[in-house]
């Protein structure tokens, strides 16, 4: 089954939005197999937003991963990456659609809330930065029948 790293940035763990995102993606019916608050050290957040690093807002980018704790998520299931991707909405708050994570909660693109890998290979490598496999649970959910 497909897994995709998520993470409530900074602003979404102040603005105690932990338990509504969690929420989200319970309900809709995918499933939780790993988990954790963490503080990320800068060395990570350059990392983690490499792809990003001749921008402009890079410097910005990182200060702000690290500026309190995030937390960090795997989840799993069928088109977990795009589903989940669709449900965070568009990057710019003001472009994401209501009923979407950001358009709901977001005003401002340095402080859109949440994370989640864009591809396979980013959920891969993504996953790998964050979690040792120890940390990933590999259990049965009794409702996978009533979902798939
Ligand atoms: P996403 O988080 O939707 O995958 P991205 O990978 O293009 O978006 O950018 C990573 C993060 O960088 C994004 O969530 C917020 C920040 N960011 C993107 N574009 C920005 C901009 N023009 N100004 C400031 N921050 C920006
Ligand atoms: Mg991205």
Redesign the pocket.
């Known amino acids: 089954m497909e897994k995709t790293f998520m993470m409530v940035k900074p602003d979404g763990v102040q603005r105690n939005l932990i338990g509504d995102i969690t929420s989200r993606f319970e309900k809709k019916g995918f499933q939780l197999v790993g988990a954790k608050l963490m503080q990320i050290p800068t060395s990570l957040a350059e990392e983690h ?1 490499g ?2 690093k001749e ?3 890079f410097g ?2 990182v200060e702000f991963i690290t500026s309190g704790p995030v937390f960090a998520m795997v989840w799993e299931g069928e088109d977990v990456i795009a589903t989940a ?1 669709n449900m ?1 909405g ?3 708050p003001a472009e994401a659609a209501p009923g979407t994570i950001r358009g709901d909660y977001g005003v401002i ?2 402080k ?1 809330i949440i ?2 890998s ?1 591809s396979p290979e980013s959920a891969e490598r993504e996953i790998g930065l964050f979690f040792n496999s120890e940390e990933l649970v590999d259990y049965q959910k009794n409702d996978l029948n009533w979902i798939y």
Do not use: I, S
Request: aromatic share 10%; glycine share 10%; hydrophobic share 25%.
């Open positions: 937003y792809e990003h921008k402009p807002f910005e980018l991707r965070m568009a990057t710019k693109v340095g859109n994370h989640g864009d």
